[in-house]
């Protein structure tokens, strides 16, 4: 089982910015990311980086989100600028193995409000 552990989510007022991370006890997978849950919907990918591919925005932070990693591939960021209300949820880094097993952070809240 792959431990991650998250860190960097908080309160912003509208127009701010945050930065999270996440570190993974291993490397090698095929993909890593984010994804975020707000009270009442689903789960939904943020951003991800699969292997050598360009990374993956979900349409509603494009522009504002930037995600990247490290060169060792254990840890991936998510750096988060233009905070919007709606972007309040609880963010979850996620990893997938080449087993195709996914492994999923404990969750760190962002809250942004005025």
């Known amino acids: 089982q792959v431990q991650l552990v998250e860190s960097g989510g908080g309160m912003v007022q509208p127009g701010g910015s945050l930065r999270l991370s996440c570190t993974a006890s291993g490397n090698s997978f095929v993909m890593i990311g984010w994804y975020r849950q707000a009270p009442g919907k689903e789960r939904e990918l943020v951003a991800g980086?699969?292997?050598?591919?360009?990374?993956k925005y979900a349409e509603s932070v494009k522009g504002r989100f930037t995600i990247s990693r490290n060169d060792v591939g254990n840890a991936v960021y998510l750096q988060m600028n233009n905070l919007k209300p709606e972007d309040t949820a609880v963010y979850y880094c996620n990893v997938r193995t080449v087993y195709n097993l996914d492994s999923w952070g404990q969750g760190t809240q962002v809250t942004v409000s005025s």
């Open positions: 980086i699969v292997r050598a591919s360009a990374p």
